[in-house]
């Protein structure tokens, strides 16, 4: 069994380096990487985007990458939460509520370790509101993930009752 409690973890390490991994992008990087999804949104918004003045379009494009932006961390953190609340859920004598507190609990403390190994990066800085972010998303992913395990338990006993 212990096995497969640190089996649990490993996507969850996986996926924190991966976060790492993004927030160590100097600005440039972090630019780049967002630049074509917001290019593709704000195309999305403005059809008539390459007749328009090139204020406007840079208007545009600083929006949309905002957006892609604050959607990236957002799903990232999503992702972290369900993985997390995975890993909590192979400790059987965790309850429900305390596998969820401690997966948010820690979700929360990587995003805020997060942000500051940001303030480190040049030209990225530390932001309470990307805490906060990252926070709701991996809420929502621990929730997702909680109704997920709830509803195939649900099937997985109905199935049972029927054979």
């Keep these: 069994m212990k096995l497969n409690k640190f089996i649990r973890w490993i996507p969850v390490i996986a996926w924190m380096t991966v976060i790492f991994l993004f927030s160590a992008q100097n600005s440039d990087n972090s630019s780049q990487t967002s630049s074509l999804p917001a290019e593709i949104l704000a195309r999305l918004f ?4 390459e007749q328009c003045s090139e204020a406007y379009k840079n ?3 600083d929006r949309c990458q905002f957006i892609i932006r604050k959607l990236a961390h ?11 609340y995975n890993a909590f859920r192979g400790y ?3 309850s429900l509520r305390l596998s969820l507190l401690f997966s948010a ?3 929360l403390l990587y995003a805020a370790g997060d942000e ?3 303030s480190f990066v040049p ?4 932001q309470l509101r990307d805490v906060l972010i990252d926070f709701s998303g991996a809420v929502f992913g621990i929730a997702l993930a909680a109704l997920f395990i709830k509803l195939l338990k649900k099937l997985r006993d109905k199935h049972r009752k029927a054979v």
Excluded: A, I
């Design 59 to 61: 208007m545009l494009l």
């Design 123 to 126: 030209g990225r800085n530390c």
């Design 92 to 94: 059987e004598k965790l």
């Design 74 to 84: 957002f799903s990232v953190y999503t992702v972290l939460g369900m993985l997390t």
């Design 116 to 118: 500051f190994h940001q």
């Design 46 to 49: 403005n059809p008539d985007f």
């Design 105 to 107: 609990l820690l979700c």
